[in-house]
């Protein structure tokens, strides 16, 4: 642990250095750590391989690209991020010019998860640098392949003390929430979030917290039920459902249930023809044995509160793969709707009306993202209105996070701030107001003692100014 020490006190004072770096500095960093990382890639499939069984076409797309856009769009944007941007001066204080400067916060923590070990440490970690921060990692004890491939990817691009990595397990996270961060960004549950936002609160340092939750998918009676159900099914069971943004459970109007549930079952026997065991070269599996276990439970324990099992649910505890479920006859008091899925199962609740779906999303937690499907625009516009989310897709699943100009984050339960893009650069920088006034500032007249005449030019003030 003093190793942990010595690294933060040292990124301390080379954060002080930093703050003058300027655009080329960041970029050439940034540039190297994409290079580098893309020189890596047979050693990043690998990792995620080894640690969540994941295809290479699955990792490509969500690990591997995902680096490559975060990273190319910051390079691409730094210059224009950096700037310091002039703002006007009110009539008041005309005699004055007044900027925003951005500059960064110093030292960044970021806490990554398992899910995603690999985008997960190094999307936030380019916005650190890209915001002229130092940076420590922790990644996941659960991934410990790609723990290690991120600590090799570090070590050969940065010195120490600008960024570094600590594998380990409970402790080491522990200890690093002990120090005085300026910034902590961390990706997991509620749960852990709000031992990470206490934790911040000794030091007021800033948090970023990406924490998911129960996102749900909105089927109304005038959606394309054919285009839903491979999208639904498509972004719920990659990564074997372990995505934070997942579509947890299906709120479906009655009237387009039955046809919803058939087009479900014809996906997924479409995605995996052969069973579980011939799926595997496709499909991720669970990513330890306690979670594994747990989905067991929960399917159980749904079936056992009155769900019907509509498709899937098969497993395999040799390679810790669960087949995806639908899940039908779900009621709102089902045990499955009461925590998080994370995983592949998917509730299909019947619902009488739109109003029905509103107002049950409103009655839980603030979902990180909500989706709808409906071929309406009153529909679109009454949902976005009535309700409250992280984010919100209109006709599609999870592709809000894929656009690096808009934010990403939850609100309240799932989430504090966001970050992607400049949204990224935003979280770890310090937006510092900036005024040059002059000599010929009017507020001399207006220094004490406060006479009758000084009275009427305040009132004139407050009155045209």
């Known amino acids: 642990m003093q190793s942990i020490d010595i690294t933060f006190k040292s990124q301390q004072e080379k954060s002080i250095t930093l703050r003058s770096s300027s655009f080329k500095e960041r970029r050439s960093k940034l540039k190297l750590l ?67 400067k951005p500059e960064p916060k110093g030292n960044i923590l970021i806490i990554s998860p398992w899910n995603y070990p690999v985008m997960l440490c190094l999307n936030p970690l380019i916005a650190a640098i890209a915001s002229g921060n130092t ?23 940065f010195s120490s003390d600008e960024v570094a990595v600590f594998l380990g397990e409970k402790d080491v996270a522990q200890k690093l929430l002990n120090l005085p961060f300026n910034h902590i960004m961390f990706t997991g549950s509620p749960k852990v979030g709000k031992v990470v936002m206490e934790a911040a609160s000794r030091h007021l340092a800033g948090v970023t917290l990406e924490l998911g939750g129960k996102s749900p998918v909105i089927v109304d009676k005038h959606a394309n039920i054919k285009d839903a159900a491979w999208k639904i099914s498509f972004f719920k069971f990659a990564n074997a459902g372990q995505t934070c943004t997942a579509p947890d459970y299906i709120l479906c109007d009655e009237a387009v249930h039955e046809e919803l549930v058939a087009a479900l079952q014809k996906n997924m026997s479409e995605f995996f023809p052969g069973g579980i065991d011939e799926a595997a070269k496709d499909y991720c599996s669970i990513a330890n044995e306690h979670h594994f276990n747990r989905l067991k439970n929960a399917l159980a324990e749904a079936v056992s509160g009155g769900a019907r099992v509509a498709c899937g649910g098969e497993t395999s505890q040799g390679g810790l793969y669960f087949s995806p479920a639908v899940l039908t006859n779900v009621g709102y008091d089902n045990p499955i709707m009461e925590e998080e899925i994370f995983g592949p199962i998917l509730p299909v609740v019947k619902v009488k009306s739109l109003g029905e779906s509103i107002n049950y999303v409103n009655s839980n937690e603030k979902p990180l993202a909500l989706y709808l499907f409906s071929s309406k625009p009153s529909s679109h516009n009454r949902v976005l209105k009535n309700t409250s989310s992280g984010g919100m897709v209109i006709n599609d699943c999870v592709l809000h996070h894929m656009n690096p100009n808009l934010p990403f984050g939850g609100i309240n339960n799932s989430g504090v701030g966001s970050y992607h893009g400049k949204f990224g650069f935003d979280a770890f920088s310090h937006h510092k107001a900036v005024l040059k006034s002059s000599s010929l500032s009017p507020f001399k007249i207006m220094l004490p003692p406060y006479t009758k005449t000084k009275e009427t030019l305040a009132n004139l003030i407050k009155k045209y100014f």
């Open 34 to 100: 994409l290079k580098n990382f893309l020189e890596m890639e047979e050693e990043v499939l690998a990792a995620l391989s080894k640690d969540l069984g994941k295809s290479k076409t699955e990792a490509l797309l969500a690990e591997i690209y995902g680096v490559k856009a975060e990273a190319n769009f910051a390079i691409k944007n730094i210059k224009s991020w950096m700037k310091i941007k002039r703002v006007a001066s009110p009539l008041a204080i005309s005699f004055t010019k007044s900027w925003v």
């Open 135 to 157: 940076a420590i990692i922790k990644p996941s004890e659960l991934t410990p392949a790609s723990g290690e491939l991120v600590k090799a990817l570090i070590e050969k691009t």
